[in-house]
């Protein structure tokens, strides 16, 4: 049980490790109001209503603003992971001492149980006293 609880903790701290230090970005397309498009690494795709690139406003003879717009979500991951203990006072380091010397204590295995009696036979009944004598316990 604790071999299993070791490795299923190593891999919860590992997959902490892995999802802080990622960074990633999430791309959006709006039209109007609604969500068309969402990529996570990629370029969201229009819904085809998007304006043509031209060198002035002028040569569209557009007044209306455009109806669509793209968002972008940066999700920043964790650059440095390097910790030292000497950066923790004396009073952090002995807490965190004694807290995981009592949390290793606590799940202490149960002592194995021994029964003296486990290899003993009990001898062979040729009469039942009991039925004999009638003498019954009530």
Known sequence: MK???HRIMSVVMAMVVLFSTTSFTINMHYCG????DMKIYKEAEGCGMEMPL??????????????????????QGQDELQTSI??????VQF????????????????????IPFKDYSPPNLVID??????????
């Open 86 to 91: 000497k950066n923790f006072n004396l009073d």
């Open 33 to 36: 109001d609604s969500l068309v």
């Open 3 to 5: 071999v299993f609880l």
């Open 129 to 138: 006293i009991q039925v004999l004598d009638q003498v019954f316990i009530i």
């Open 95 to 114: 807490s965190a001492v004694s807290a995981v010397y009592s949390y290793l204590n606590l799940f202490e295995s149960l002592p194995k149980e021994i």
């Open 54 to 75: 031209a060198s002035s406003i002028s040569e569209l003879n557009i007044s209306k603003t455009p109806c669509c717009k793209n968002e972008q979500i940066l999700v």
